[in-house]
């Protein structure tokens, strides 16, 4: 079977040719391209191909637009699309044109890839079962509406579609899978036909539960967006209790859910706004809690009493840091924590940004005091929760752990930051090996043998190190001479100096200055 790879990031390309087995799948690599209308140039020629793998997002013609030119001429061709994670509208697309299965670029792994294509090639098939156009229609419909691309228009048309009747009840809810474990894949096929069953109409709840309506599409691979109607006689409180109900028993296998509830409208045209209002409700969950179902209340449009200054809550986590390492004081970890209680849901994009700025912060104090080792797990655990939807509460408890792990870096690793720390205080003084070993009573022998341990370098070559990335930053930000910015860094001989600087850098601080190879 021949295919090709159709995607203009070269990148990506070479990442599919190395992980995809092309020999245990029988496939040969007949051809790669940079945008759809070279590939389909090339197909329209007359070559062979069984399988087009593409992105979906390229310049000149898109992977849809190939996909439907392509299957106009030669209906045998099976198409495999690759998308972002923000593009499952595009995907859903995709399969309507007669795409059979997409690879999200963010779990392109080499047994996923594997999986997929050896499903491929078994099954003849596209992956979505036949709609009636009226179906299809309100599934287009409702993907607009969750990419805020409705019109009034189609807000008529798919009013028609759901009956055309003024006076049914209706809410919006936004349901999103969070992952238990990194490892497990995206949701089967059948998760939608699973909501919909736990969405079945409950007698004991819904006075007119004949007249319950449910409509589901897939925004994302991990969020469906759920249009519910009810008869005009149910009360607030039974829909939203049949929501909870319905909910609150759901447990698909290895997803938590998070969900949010609009308000009960009667009007169709309000669906923006009623999305709007899911979509805050499910976003506050951030604050609630993984596993919470959140109504949308008008509080969640207040902004409150909180007020995040990153940047001085992320200079407060660096003084922590050093009173850890340096002064040996109790750290005060209530001072750089956001407790859950204190935020709204306008909070919610300040305070995910602020703990992205203190994983960097941790990260980066990690690298340079040797404790990157210790911290690599908790880095990883930070990238999947940012990932799979993780909560306030498990942030804190994360940050918490990275701050315990800081607190148990004592000893010789502790003695070694205390050198660095007295280091980059006194670098532009006459320091050697000696007399920083005589400032901290220490054996000079001794100290040498720690840094080569636990630095992987010499205490002369980290002083070096220290003192030319000071000179850099002189020669950036000011006017200084070369013979003035030696002795500010610690050097009295400008030879010396520059020799330094040239076997650090490659150039000689006049190259440097000067912007000279």
């Known amino acids: 079977m021949n295919a090709i790879i159709v995607d203009d990031e070269p990148y990506v390309r070479q990442m599919l040719k190395n992980m995809i087995h092309w020999d245990d799948l029988s496939l040969h690599l007949a051809g790669e391209f940079f945008n759809g209308q070279d590939a389909y140039d090339w197909i329209k020629q007359g070559n062979h191909v069984d399988l087009v793998i593409t992105d979906l997002r390229m310049p000149v013609m898109d992977g849809l637009q190939l996909i439907k030119n392509t299957l106009a001429i030669r209906e045998h061709i099976t198409f495999l699309v690759i998308s972002a994670f923000n593009e499952f509208h595009l995907v859903k697309e995709a399969f309507l044109l007669g795409a059979k299965d997409y690879l999200?670029?963010?779990?392109?792994?080499?047994?996923?890839?594997?999986?997929?294509?050896?499903?491929?090639?078994?099954?003849?098939?596209?992956?979505?079962?036949?709609?009636?156009?009226?179906?299809?229609?309100?599934?287009?419909?409702?993907?607009?509406?969750?990419?805020?691309?409705l019109t009034t228009n189609d807000i008529s048309t798919l009013k028609e579609l759901m009956g055309n009747n003024d006076k049914r009840r209706m809410t919006l809810l936004l349901l999103r899978l969070n992952k238990l474990d990194a490892h497990v894949s995206t949701p089967e096929a059948s998760m939608k036909k699973a909501i919909s069953e736990c969405l079945s109409p409950n007698e004991q709840i819904l006075a007119f539960s004949r007249q319950a309506q449910v409509e589901i599409i897939q925004t994302s691979p991990f969020e469906y967006l759920i249009l519910t109607l009810y008869a005009p006689q149910e009360s607030e409180s039974s829909i939203l209790q049949h929501v909870r109900r319905a909910f609150g028993a759901f447990r698909p296998s290895g997803f938590r859910i998070n969900l949010g509830v609009s308000r009960v409208s009667f009007d169709f045209f309000s669906l923006p706004q009623l999305l709007h209002e899911a979509r805050m409700s499910v976003d506050y969950c951030f604050v609630a809690g993984n596993g919470s179902i959140i109504p949308y209340t008008v509080q969640f449009e207040e902004t409150g009493p909180l007020a995040i200054d990153s940047r001085q809550q992320v200079s407060i986590l660096k003084e922590q840091l050093s009173a850890i390492l340096f002064d040996k004081r109790k750290p005060e970890i209530q001072s750089v924590i956001i407790p859950p209680q204190n935020v709204s849901a306008s909070h919610i994009r300040a305070i995910k940004e602020l703990y992205m700025k203190y994983h960097f912060v941790l990260m980066d104090f990690a690298m340079q005091n040797g404790l990157y080792g210790e911290l690599r797990e908790l880095s990883n655990k930070y990238e999947e929760h940012l990932k799979f939807y993780g909560d306030l509460d498990s942030l804190n408890k994360w940050l918490s752990s990275v701050i315990a792990v800081v607190k148990a870096h004592n000893g010789e690793n502790s003695m070694i930051n205390q050198v660095k720390h007295y280091v980059e205080e006194n670098y532009m003084h006459d320091i050697s090996l000696q007399s920083v070993a005589n400032k901290f009573n220490i054996n000079s022998s001794y100290l040498s043998r720690l840094f080569s341990e636990k630095r992987d370098t010499t205490f002369t070559d980290y002083l070096a190190h220290t003192r030319i990335t000071k000179a850099i930053e002189f020669i950036k930000s000011s006017n200084l001479k070369i013979y003035e910015i030696c002795e500010k860094v610690g050097y009295t001989s400008p030879e010396h100096f520059s020799r330094t600087f040239k076997k650090l850098t490659g150039k000689s601080p006049k190259q440097f200055m000067d912007g000279r190879e």
């Open 104 to 149: 999200l670029k963010s779990e392109m792994t080499e047994d996923h890839i594997h999986h997929t294509l050896s499903n491929l090639r078994l099954n003849d098939h596209p992956k979505l079962p036949a709609v009636s156009s009226k179906e299809l229609m309100k599934e287009t419909l409702l993907s607009r509406l969750a990419a805020e691309n």
